[in-house]
């Protein structure tokens, strides 16, 4: 018999996935249904590899997901702080973000810069791209290890800070808060300690400080945690980034984040972190069908850019509460981008 892939293991009711170096755990159950597989067992395999592609289960509209969703035991939740636009298809099911093809999404932990954190993400692919594509995973835990020990510490220490401004490019701070009310939003700003002030021309401007580095709720294990590098104004497209400042100021972007202490994130700590996201990468390209279950704490993933059609729907669950993860001091910034 010759040697095939390496495979984790299972329980009974699951076959063992693929393992390969730089390939997403793939686990194979063709023509099978959600009664035939074991939620908790998926569940564990989850917890095991941090993430697990489940190819097979012909997942072909939106409510697919949400029936995945009860099949794993995972409870839905509303987005809320959003940073892209997403059509909201009913029972926790999103469409993927609302981003151009031709530019990839850097890695990121789904909402990590909330006060409470979806701790499981699923996507499914309903439709598959021509080329490209991939929603890419990379573990957490290794980014600590490969990252620089001094930036490493100087986050941990200080977390990060996140600074948006909802004007007439990027999600509205109706549609990001779900709400019409200057109200509600005044009040979910208190709760989740969100710094914000209105402008003049209606639009909104906030600021929230967030660990970077936090504990895995179940198995304790440091992970770095947060969005400093994708949601930094360095990673827009130059032009756009030019043209918003010229137009609005240098505190206008829809979003931008700076260590946590306030002071201006260099352009080659961006990089460096771009970098070991992308050395620590483990993708497996769609296939009509697929279901990718992600511990959205210890994992970040990201997605490729495509060509043509891509249509991919995505359920954020099992919200927690992370200790130390929410700062309630928030510093005042200067303008510098």
Known sequence: MTAGPATGAA???????????????????????????????????????????????????????????????????????GFTSRTDHGGGVYSGSQWPADEPMCMHHELSYAAQVPSLALFGCLTAPAAGGATAVADARTLLRTLPADL???????????????????VSWTEAFGTEDRAVVDAYCAEHALAHEWLADGSLRTRQRRAAVVAHPVTGERLWF???????????????????????????LPFHTRY??????????????????????????????????VDN?????????????????????????????????????????
């Open 11 to 81: 329980s009974p009711d699951v076959p063992a996935p693929v393992l390969e170096p730089g390939r997403t755990p793939l686990l194979l159950v063709p023509g099978a249904d959600f009664t035939r597989l074991s939620g908790p067992a998926v569940r564990d395999l989850v917890a095991r590899h941090g993430a697990v592609l489940v190819r097979g289960l012909g997942l072909s509209a939106p409510n697919d997901l949400a029936e995945a969703a009860r099949w794993l035991g995972v409870t839905p939740m509303a987005e809320r702080e």
């Open 152 to 170: 490493v510490e100087r986050c941990a220490r200080e977390g990060w800070l996140l600074e948006r401004s909802y004007r007439d490019v990027g």
């Open 226 to 252: 947060n969005q400093i590098a994708f949601l930094n104004g360095l990673t827009m497209d130059p032009a756009v980034r030019e043209y918003l400042i010229s137009f609005y100021g240098p505190d206008s």
């Open 260 to 293: 946590g202490d306030g002071e201006t994130l260099p352009e080659q700590v961006i990089e460096t972190i771009n970098a070991a996201y992308t050395a620590a990468t483990s993708r497996e390209p769609w296939q009509a069908g697929d279901l990718l279950v």
């Open 297 to 337: 704490l210890r994992m970040a993933h990201s997605r490729e850019a495509y060509e043509g059609d891509r249509e991919i729907v995505a359920l954020f669950g099992d919200p927690v509460r992370l200790a130390g993860h929410v700062h309630t001091d928030v510093p005042a910034c200067s303008a510098a981008v």
